[in-house]
């Protein structure tokens, strides 16, 4: 399956629909955009998964999610500025013909992840 990624809004029970992420590769403290994309009413990325497991390489990738504007656009009122703006996850790949799974958990306050499967 290679790459994929899902949000859910820890604050209002609910996928994170309408979140905009940016995927990035990584090298020696440099960042490549590979895609930006908006997640689907179900919190994931609306054409599938971001890599599927011919086209994934081993190496470092950064996704980057909107969470302050994604808490905007849902009429929550935010601090100026806001605790948590864009949340970055750095994370390797080191089997690429394994399934990456790339799970966030956020609210305008807290965010957790973990590989899922």
């Given at each position: 399956m290679g790459l994929s990624t899902h949000v859910l809004?820890?604050?209002?029970?609910?996928?994170?629909?309408g979140m905009a992420v940016?995927?990035?590769?990584?090298?020696?403290?440099q960042s490549a955009l590979v895609r930006r994309?908006?997640?689907n009413a179900d919190g994931r990325n609306p054409d599938g998964p971001l890599y599927r497991n011919e086209d994934?390489?081993?190496g470092t990738y950064r996704l980057v999610f909107?969470?302050?504007?994604?808490f905007r656009s849902r009429g929550v009122a935010l601090p100026d500025p806001p605790f948590?703006?864009?949340v970055a996850i750095d994370f390797g790949?080191?089997?690429p013909n394994?399934?990456?799974?790339?799970?966030?958990?956020v609210s305008p306050w807290s965010y957790s992840t973990y590989r899922g499967s």
């Open positions: 809004d820890t604050m209002h029970g609910t996928p994170a629909g940016a995927l990035f590769t990584t090298q020696a403290g994309f908006t997640l994934l390489r081993a909107d969470v302050a504007g994604y948590l703006d864009q790949i080191a089997r394994e399934h990456y799974h790339v799970p966030l958990l």
